[in-house]
């Protein structure tokens, strides 16, 4: 293994440091960075050539990805993540200018001061994902930020109680209260939010003919939000099941993601005509 090698290993862009504790000498590390086999974001860091452009700089500028920028990086369910790089900042740094080279140039980051929720390593590069929830929650929108947490949960990368253990304040302790892990997207997480005002029970991934339903209102209204994959055959498995439930007496509204996050008010529409009928209803 090259020295290369090893500073890939542990993710591209590393603290000299981290090298030194492999085994490797300071030396090794002057000659290759010499020899172009590692380059130096910043003092006491290195890098592959071709490491990741937001890890080299995160460590150029002394910062770390986070919020909106880490949930993207973590899988988590954004709706807009906007153009520009979230970095979170220990509240005693300077200025903060950090830029990730594009085809079209740099781009200047939101940069987050405050204390973190969770202490964060002085190694790492990217914010743990409880830190990455608490700034999402007082960044975005609440319903945005609630579909952040919920897709969190979802992926199991945090828990409830886990949560609920947690010193979060203001927004991000709203935002805690009101989530749940029974969204498997954020189409699903916007429906109970956005129907509350009806009044009317909403009871998210409940079992019915063998299958999940994504919301059930009432007890005979099933609104069932598609995202990217209702195509080919889930759309038609998707399909059968709508017809075992309307045989079984349920209404059965689908709508998909441009109509939920576009076009909200024809779905809203949908729903409230049908609860007029009293659709929602068991006959």
């Known amino acids: 293994m090259t020295i290369a090698d090893e500073v890939r290993t542990q993710g591209g862009v590393v603290r000299v440091r981290c090298v030194r504790d492999a085994g490797w000498s300071e030396r090794a590390v002057r000659a290759a960075v010499h020899g172009g086999q590692l380059v130096r974001p910043r003092k006491g860091w290195v890098a592959v050539p071709g490491a990741d452009p937001m890890l080299v700089a995160a460590a150029r500028d002394g910062v770390v990805l986070s919020c909106v920028t880490a949930a993207v990086r973590l899988g988590l369910w954004v709706l807009d993540a906007g153009d520009r790089p979230?970095?979170?900042?220990?509240?005693?740094?300077?200025?903060?200018?950090?830029?990730?080279?594009?085809?079209?140039?740099?781009?200047?980051a939101?940069?987050?001061?405050?204390?973190?929720?969770?202490?964060?390593?002085?190694?790492a590069l990217v914010d743990p994902v409880e830190n990455v929830l608490a700034l999402v929650a007082g960044c975005l929108p609440r319903e945005q930020a609630l579909a952040i947490w919920e897709s969190a949960l979802d992926r199991r990368l945090v828990t409830l109680p886990e949560l609920r253990r947690l010193p979060y304040r203001g927004r991000a302790?709203?935002?805690?209260?009101?989530a749940s892990p029974f969204s498997n997207s954020g189409l699903e997480t916007f429906i109970p939010v956005r129907l509350a005002w009806l009044?009317?029970?909403?009871?998210?991934?409940?079992?019915?003919?063998g299958h999940r339903v994504d919301a059930l209102?009432?007890?005979?209204?099933?609104?069932?939000?598609?995202?990217?994959?209702?195509?080919?055959?889930?759309?038609?498995?998707?399909?059968?099941?709508?017809?075992?439930?309307?045989?079984?007496?349920?209404?059965?509204?689908?709508?998909?993601?441009?109509?939920?996050?576009?076009?909200?008010?024809?779905?809203?529409?949908?729903?409230t005509r049908a609860v007029a009928q009293g659709l929602h209803l068991e006959r």
Not at 199 to 209: A, F, H, S
Not at 245 to 258: A, E, F, S, T
């Open 217 to 271: 209102i009432g007890e005979r209204l099933v609104l069932q939000a598609d995202g990217g994959s209702h195509i080919g055959r889930q759309r038609e498995l998707d399909n059968a099941h709508d017809a075992q439930l309307m045989l079984l007496g349920y209404h059965v509204i689908r709508v998909g993601y441009d109509r939920i996050v576009n076009h909200w008010h024809e779905v809203q529409d949908l729903v």
């Open 199 to 209: 009044g009317l029970p909403i009871v998210q991934q409940v079992w019915i003919c």
């Open 86 to 108: 979230h970095v979170a900042a220990n509240p005693r740094s300077g200025g903060v200018s950090i830029r990730t080279e594009t085809s079209t140039g740099g781009r200047r």
């Open 173 to 178: 302790r709203d935002v805690r209260e009101a």
């Open 110 to 123: 939101t940069v987050h001061w405050g204390r973190p929720v969770v202490p964060r390593h002085p190694n």
